[in-house]
């Protein structure tokens, strides 16, 4: 964003929009006349303004320009559009700590080490311009009172932010890659590998109680032609002739209200603020993939969704950075009979009604296989029986388990044979003689 000083107030070129505003003061009086402002506002007549009277006039006129009249108290103030506190997503009484932390959580997510969307970068620096302005006591209470360009007018001049990437690295040490971009010689740091996921599939007693697994994944290993410099063998790195080794350049251009300026990544060095001959085996990335077949014990208890992490068998890194992690998804092909749910499982059987009346044993599969389950005698449809610790292991306490629920259904026969029926007749006879008896 570039600045425009105005004695000692700054008026901002993106993003700040002049607006006019009178209040009533019973002392003070200011006289505006044929759209000027009055050169008692010596902040905005200045001798060493870069705004002509015709643009201040432009910005600041609100009239015909043959209209002349006196207006009490009237003073200008020039607020910015873009609000700090919406730009770190906190309200305006916010705590130090509250903005600290809304920072920092900001920052990681668009520091261009690590968001490689257009326009990351531009994010991070409003972030950080926003923090530096809120974390100060002093600058904090000039923007809640005059806005962005009453910061300005404190003596922040177009260059006086500090570089973003030195605030996040003073907030965020020993991060590998991220931290600041001031020059060349920083951007050659070295930059930690990204992480590696892979998907792996087991069967539904391979996630009750563990396996172990041979994969085979594929990553970004070190070039060994190069070492992983990205160089040709032979060969030295330069400076960058475009942007003299800062990895950045600054494109300006000229409006009727100043100069505009952006910055930019250099597209010759790609930000890295030097140029050499690339190596001809990891065309200049310094890593090549490569496949490795790595042996995972999975523990007992893991589900669908689990994901289990193997540090530095990941992408590795560049110039030395430390390699990223491998992280394995875990899914399940589901048990066509048992049903998990957590760490029970979960079963449904089927017995006849009179197995049901005068009780049972009954075969029941489990994950350790064919048991014995008695069926108590008058159990009731939809009957839930409890075989405890013939569940899932917990996930890391394998010694302990959950439990097998499972759920009764009474088969009720739609035909009977004549004896069947007979048999069933008396016995409904008998019961109604004991229920008559009761009474």
């Known amino acids: 964003m570039a600045i425009i000083p105005c004695g000692s107030t700054s008026v901002a070129q993106w993003g700040i929009r002049p607006q006019p505003m009178l209040r009533s003061y019973a002392m003070n009086k200011i006289r505006t006349s044929q759209c000027c402002v009055s050169s008692q506002i010596g902040s905005l007549g200045a001798p060493t303004s870069s705004v002509s009277r015709d643009s201040l006039n432009a910005l600041f006129c609100a009239g015909p320009s043959h209209t002349s009249h006196r207006s009490r108290g009237a003073r200008f103030i020039v607020r910015a559009e873009s609000d700090y506190y919406s730009v770190l997503g906190v309200s305006r009484n916010a705590t130090k ?42 600058k904090r209470s000039l923007y809640d009172k005059y806005g962005e360009a009453g910061v300005k007018g404190a003596g922040m001049g177009p260059g006086d932010f500090s570089n973003p990437f030195d605030l996040f690295e003073s907030l965020f040490e020993g991060m590998g890659g991220m931290g600041s971009r001031g020059g060349g010689g920083s951007r050659n740091r070295a930059v930690d590998g990204q992480d590696e996921y892979y998907s792996l599939v087991l069967n539904f007693k391979e996630a009750v109680f563990g396996v172990e697994k041979e994969i085979e994944i594929s990553r970004l290993e070190s070039c060994g032609t190069c070492n992983g410099s990205g160089a040709k063998a032979g060969t030295k790195p330069s400076r960058c002739s475009t942007c003299g080794g800062q990895g950045q350049v600054v494109q300006s251009a000229r409006t009727p209200l100043g100069v505009f300026q952006q910055v930019m990544t250099c597209s010759s060095c790609g930000g890295t603020g030097e140029i050499s001959t690339p190596c001809n085996t990891c065309s200049g990335d310094g890593r090549v993939r490569k496949t490795k077949r790595i042996s995972l014990k999975v523990p007992a208890g893991v589900d669908v969704g689990s994901r289990l992490r193997v540090r530095n068998e990941g992408n590795a890194g560049k110039r030395g950075g430390s390699p990223g992690d491998l992280f394995v998804i875990i899914e399940v092909i589901p048990d066509p009979v048992l049903k998990r ?14 197995d049901a009346i005068l009780g049972t044993t009954i075969k029941v599969p489990t994950v350790d296989g064919m048991v014995d389950l008695k069926i108590p005698a008058g159990t009731q449809p939809n009957t839930t029986l409890v075989m405890a610790k013939k569940g899932v292991p917990l996930l890391n306490k394998s010694n302990m388990r959950g439990d097998q629920l499972v759920r009764v259904q009474v088969e009720i026969p739609k035909r009977l044979s004549n004896d069947e029926r007979k048999l069933i007749e008396e016995l409904a006879d008998l019961s109604k003689g004991k229920a008559a008896s009761r009474r």
């Open 341 to 354: 749910d957590d760490t029970n499982i979960m079963y449904s059987c089927k017995v006849s009604y009179i």
């Open 97 to 138: 700590a509250e903005i600290k932390s809304a920072y920092r959580k900001l920052a990681r997510s668009y520091h261009p080490d690590v968001n490689k969307e257009a326009g990351a970068e531009t994010k991070f620096k409003e972030i950080s311009n926003a923090y530096e302005v809120l974390s100060d006591d002093e």
